[in-house]
Every structure is written in C-alpha cells, then in structure tokens.
C-alpha cells in the first residue's frame, strides 16, 4: 500500500490578509456619508473629495448616495465586500 501524506492545509504558509473595514464604512456611510469620511477609510482619496463636494454644492443632499453606499456595505458578506471593494477597488456602488 501507499504511504500518502495527507494535504495539511493548516500547516501552509498564508499571505497576509488585509483588515476587513466592512463595518466601520458601512457605518461611517450611514452617519457621515456626505463628507465621504467612508471613502477616506477605504482609501479612495479622489472619490472621498468628489463625494465632500458634491455634499457641500447640493448641503448634505447628496447624502442619499452615500446611505445607499452604507446599506450596501453592510448587506454584502464579508468576503464579497473584501473582494470588491479592498482587493478590487471599486469605489462606487
């Protein structure tokens, strides 16, 4: 009979995961997303001053977006929200 090694996942080397900010977005969306604070912590500096001054021009109409952002973030898996926004960097919707 063989003698096989079985695979051991545990034991492989990992590469090191980023922190998962799904939470702290989606809630930095909800209360404060018309300064775009969220896309600061996310790292999209471009789009968080976009957001700052479109919320600025229409005085904090422009929040809608960002609520809508927020609910998004928090509905998503932590993996999906991982994969699309800290991984991929898709910065809107």
């Not at 996942?9 to 775009?36: C, D, H, M, S, Y």
């Not at 789009?47 to 998503?76: D, N």
Request: with cysteine.
């Amino acid at each position: 009979m063989e003698n096989a090694t079985p695979f051991e996942e545990w034991n492989q080397p990992q590469a090191p995961r980023q922190e998962n900010k799904k939470i702290v977005a989606g809630i930095l969306a909800l209360l404060f997303g018309t300064l775009g604070v969220h896309k600061f912590v996310l790292g999209y500096t471009k789009e968080g001053i976009i957001q700052l001054a479109i919320g600025v021009i229409t005085c904090g109409l422009a929040g809608i977006i960002a609520f809508i952002e927020g609910i998004i973030y928090l509905t998503k898996t932590d993996e999906d929200f991982y994969q699309t926004y800290q991984v991929n960097k898709k910065p809107w919707f």
